[in-house]
């Protein structure tokens, strides 16, 4: 089983709403046994506090369960917890290096990088543009499942 962390600054806007996502789409293609996902902040401003309700407003509007998700900040134990680690901007990819003191297995990476293009995806706590941020973070977790499946079923030839 791979497990994922999606980060943001808060954990109340981008990474719980990667979550949800990328969770939707593992439980359409049916391979909720070969994925766990969750979220975290690498701030400490919010921990305790329940997912944005722009959010939350925003899922719904997708179809996507409500969350009783709340915020919670990375650990440097989390590193040896989880094979990969998502951040949502350059910010995040370095602050998640400096909670984990480097990242000498390469398990950071920046979600729009799986679409072919090395954006950032604004904090709509600062733009309260949470319909382009679903958009964005909708096609990031699409990419980066399809790249995780191509990965999976070549390991899969190799092992089998």
């Not at 709509?124 to 096609?139: H, L, Q």
Request: net charge negative; aromatic share 8%; glycine share 6%.
């Amino acid at each position: 089983m791979k497990r994922i962390l999606f980060v943001c600054h808060g954990n109340i806007c981008r990474s719980p709403m990667a979550e949800s996502v990328f969770a939707e789409k593992v439980r359409a293609r049916k391979l909720e046994w070969a994925y766990d996902v969750d979220s975290a902040a690498v701030s400490s401003e919010e921990i305790g506090n329940p997912v944005h309700p722009g959010t939350q407003w925003e899922l719904a509007r997708h179809g996507l369960p409500r969350s009783a998700h709340r915020a919670r900040q990375l650990r440097a134990e989390d590193y040896a917890q989880y094979d990969l680690f998502i951040g949502m901007d350059r910010d995040n990819l370095r602050r998640m290096e400096r909670i984990f003191g480097g990242d000498p297995q390469h398990k950071i990476a920046l979600l729009m990088a799986y679409t072919g293009e090395a954006r950032e995806i604004e904090d709509p706590w600062y733009t309260d543009r949470y319909d382009v941020v679903y958009d964005e973070i909708n096609t990031g977790c699409e990419a980066l499942l399809n790249e995780l499946e191509q990965e999976r079923k070549t390991e899969g030839k190799h092992h089998g």
